[in-house]
């Protein structure tokens, strides 16, 4: 299953309901194969999806193939999809609306009715893989008996874990019988928390998942042919054999142990999952099947999954529509870009500006020394790129010859952007713009890819004030998907609206944020970080306040988010926000003393996983656990949770963002707050903490809750 649908608080929609087109094709020997076409009837862009009545009809359709088939009507049947989609799964816009178990098992039965046709016709079933295959739409194919892929097909994936479910359709119990338990596991369990990664047709058919890879100029001509072909004995697929039992059980407690490290049971669909997978090597499907069933009926009426679809939602439709963007056409045209500095982050931002947007890009360094080093840190990069097979030989010398860095200031002048990237010092970001004024042409837009400071004391003594505007990409740039496009009270209609097309250009989510001290992102995280220094500071021993955050299933622990960001990074926003907002951002003599001595505050990456955990031994750095203001776990995430909801709530009532949905966004696309979560928002309404401790839950009831 997957979602397809919105959870914005509207009244439920009708279901788009998926219809099955059924044809004759004869092949060349004259027999007759029947061929099922899913569509849902809409525009080709929108996807196929399975509801209530598209099941049935499905259900209703097999069935009479399957009386053809006895009749001997017909040799087999092929199912395929509308261009570009076989199908995307279950149409969870009604589902969400489920509100008993036995609805929810009904839906769940319903589905598994429809689709076990597919292997009980009679005669072989087909699936033609023309387009994305989603969840749902993806266990259509696992239950036929073979299986063709397009070759430009790019999205195979069974994401459920991430919104709150399991593959309940099949997927659980015949993919690791198809593809191998270790495979199947990687789909069902780590590719969804992996960014939602996908599985292309090439490597679809190098693990199983499909029997053969063909052309799309005329792949449904050609699986009909390999159909007959198959049909008539002149192609034999192969099977992999099913994985011995100690293979089986020795990938599910390794799955186990890394789902434990990862969430700490914060998230029970991955664990449902797994279970349906340890089972199904030995169980037959009866039971295989019954056991899914039960775990979609539990968890369709989980808070997870509406915490996973209101995330999902965000990031797709509010992703796509943010809110606070101008009028279409406010935006200018960018022919050429300009970047100030050279380092690491403006070599990222340069490569990203080069590759998506296909313009010229022009960095500058203030000596020579500077800027071949610059040079050399886009060569390695590019060549990276290349080497990953991410990108050609002839894109890589495209996109070293639209770079270009020097040291000339006035090579800025024909620029339509420009972006700072120099070190995070107020004073000297002002210089710069000050300087930048003096060569580009007044239209020109002036941004700066601060993480924390003002933008508006940026832009204070230039000419043109409203031409400044925050684009605070995140690190590393290429692989993080949210921009935080910062609006000051001066900034002009042209450059808000030039700064949303420039991050959508790039192939980012832009979220529009009032200029504040660490706008969304690193305001909350560093509250995180500054509650959990705290309470080591009076006496709680560091392991101890590390592994308090667990219950949330997040990326990684407080201190290896220090480490990620590098503990220099980490004080320097620390000391920003507490100039800003005073000790609600308390600073850490700690953590300054550990940064001074140049010290890691978690273990070197060993192989063992214990890079994620603090380094015991820099207790020293605190003084000796204990004492009256010693806290444990819960009562560091206690601490955490308060200082997180009070921030939020000030961060509302100073218009930081339109509305609580947005700094969700952020936090899923900026921190890796995960689906389980539906970001900060719905879990801080869930448990309480928003009644507490500002009167009032911020989202409507329902939202992201059962409750």
Not at 33 to 56: I, Q, V
Request: hydrophobic share 50%.
């Amino acid at each position: 299953m997957n979602a397809a649908a919105a959870q914005d608080g509207s009244p439920a929609r009708a279901e788009r309901v998926t219809r099955s087109l059924v044809r004759d094709v004869r092949l060349d020997n004259g027999d007759v194969l029947a061929l099922l076409t899913l569509d849902n009837g809409e525009d080709h862009r929108r996807p196929t999806t399975l509801g209530r009545a598209g099941l049935t009809g499905l259900r209703q359709a097999l069935q009479t193939q399957r009386a053809r088939a006895q009749a001997g009507e017909i040799v087999a049947l092929a199912v395929t999809g509308k261009p570009g989609y076989l199908a995307a799964g279950a149409d969870l816009g009604t589902m969400a609306e489920l509100t008993t178990h036995d609805s929810a098992r009904e839906i769940a039965t319903l589905g598994h009715d429809a689709y076990r046709l597919l292997g009980d016709l009679g005669v072989p079933s087909f699936c033609f893989i023309n387009g994305a295959a989603l969840g749902g739409g993806l266990e259509i194919a696992l239950h036929c008996t073979y299986r063709t892929v397009a070759a430009d097909v790019r999205a195979l994936a069974l994401p459920e874990t991430m919104l709150g479910l399991v593959p309940g359709w099949g997927g659980a119990t015949l993919l690791p019988r198809l593809v191998g338990v270790q495979a199947a596991l990687a789909m069902i369990v780590e590719a969804p928390f992996a960014g939602n990664r996908m599985t292309d047709a090439a490597t679809a058919v190098r693990i199983g998942l499909a029997d053969v890879c063909l052309d799309p100029a005329d792949f449904l001509e050609r699986s009909i042919a390999w159909a007959g072909e198959v049909l008539a004995g002149g192609v034999v697929p192969v099977r992999r054999p099913l994985d011995d039992a100690v293979t089986w059980g020795q990938a599910v407690e390794a799955t186990r142990a890394h789902l434990d490290a990862r969430f700490a049971g914060a998230t029970p669909a991955p664990l449902r999952a797994l279970e349906l997978v340890a089972q199904a090597r030995t169980a037959d499907l009866d039971a295989a099947f019954a056991a899914e069933d039960e775990a979609l009926a539990e968890l369709l009426l989980s808070d997870q999954l509406r915490a996973g679809l209101y995330a999902f939602d965000l990031t797709t439709r509010r992703a796509r529509h943010p809110a606070g963007v101008p009028a279409a056409g406010a935006a200018q045209p960018i022919r050429s870009v300009g970047i100030v500095g050279a380092g690491l982050m403006a070599v990222q931002l340069a490569v990203l500006v080069a590759r998506r947007m296909r313009v010229p890009v022009l960095m500058r360094e203030i000596d020579e020394e500077r800027a071949a080093h610059g040079r050399e840190t886009v060569r390695a990069s590019v060549g990276a790129l290349a080497a990953k097979g991410r990108i050609g030989a002839g894109e890589a010398n495209r996109l070293l010859g639209s770079i270009t860095v020097g040291t000339a200031l006035e090579s800025f002048a024909p620029c339509d952007l420009v972006i700072e990237a120099v070190t995070e010092v107020l004073a000297v970001k002002q210089r710069v713009f000050a300087e930048l004024e003096e060569v580009v042409r007044a239209d020109t837009v002036l941004a700066t890819n601060t993480s924390a400071l003002s933008v508006t004391a940026m832009a204070q003594g230039l000419r043109h004030p409203g031409r400044v505007v925050g684009l605070h990409f995140f690190n590393p740039v290429a692989q993080m998907p949210l921009v935080e496009v910062v609006r000051t009270s001066l900034a002009s209609e042209a450059a808000v609206a030039t700064a949303f097309a420039v991050a959508a250009a790039c192939g980012k989510s832009a979220v529009g944020v009032a200029d504040r001290p660490g706008f969304v992102v690193n305001r909350l995280l560093l509250r995180e970080l500054a509650e959990v220094a705290a309470a080591v500071e009076r006496g709680t021993p560091v392991e101890v306040a590390d592994l308090a955050l667990r219950p949330l299933g997040l990326p990684m622990g407080p201190f290896a988010l220090m480490q990620l960001v590098g503990l220099p990074v980490t004080l320097h926003v620390l000391g920003t926000l507490h100039d800003a907002f005073g000790d609600r951002y308390p600073r850490s003599p700690g953590l300054e003393s550990l940064a001074a001595a140049g010290r890691r505050v978690v273990p070197l990456p060993d192989g063992s996983g214990r890079e994620r955990a603090v380094d015991p031994s820099i207790q020293d750095a605190f003084g000796p656990p204990g004492g009256p203001q010693s806290l444990d776990a819960g009562g560091v995430l206690d601490a955490v949770l308060a200082g997180l909801t009070a921030e939020v709530g000030l961060m509302l009532e100073e218009g930081v963002v339109t509305a609580p949905q947005d700094i969700d966004l952020c936090m899923i696309l900026g921190a890796g707050f995960g689906f389980h979560l539906g970001g900060l928002v719905p879990y801080l309404d869930r448990t309480g903490w928003t009644t507490r401790l500002l009167g009032r839950r911020l989202l409507p009831a329902g939202l992201a809750s059962s409750s």
